[in-house]
């Protein structure tokens, strides 16, 4: 299974990363979380950029987003989609809602160590 990292580059840009969840086994063990949220994002909703409020997983449940990231990409995600966001810091990301259909995303905040 693949998963993705949102981070801040030491160019201040938010960027992309894909991996393998099986890299890390740590994980398996379990992370320290503070709490879970849903929410449902209407069709057509758009986020100018924004950094991460925090460093969190996202995980879409439902529906299609699009992050558009400082370099002119985007990037879609769909169900099952997982994303550690960690873009905490400098311009941050777009974030929209496509399709004709609202998102549902399981948001969890990651513990701080």
Known sequence: MKTHRLYTG????SHIESFDLGKKPDW???LPTTQISFR???RGEFIDWHP?????FVIILSGQLEIG????S???FGPGDARLVEDTTGKGHTT???GNDPVLTATIPL???
Do not use: I, M, N, T
């Open 96 to 98: 929209r809602v496509l």
């Open 10 to 13: 030491p160019d201040g840009h």
């Open 28 to 30: 398996a063990k379990g």
């Open 40 to 42: 449902e994002w209407p």
């Open 111 to 113: 513990a701080h160590p």
């Open 69 to 72: 990231l400082g370099d002119g």
């Open 52 to 56: 991460a409020p925090r460093r969190q």
């Open 74 to 76: 985007k990037h879609v």
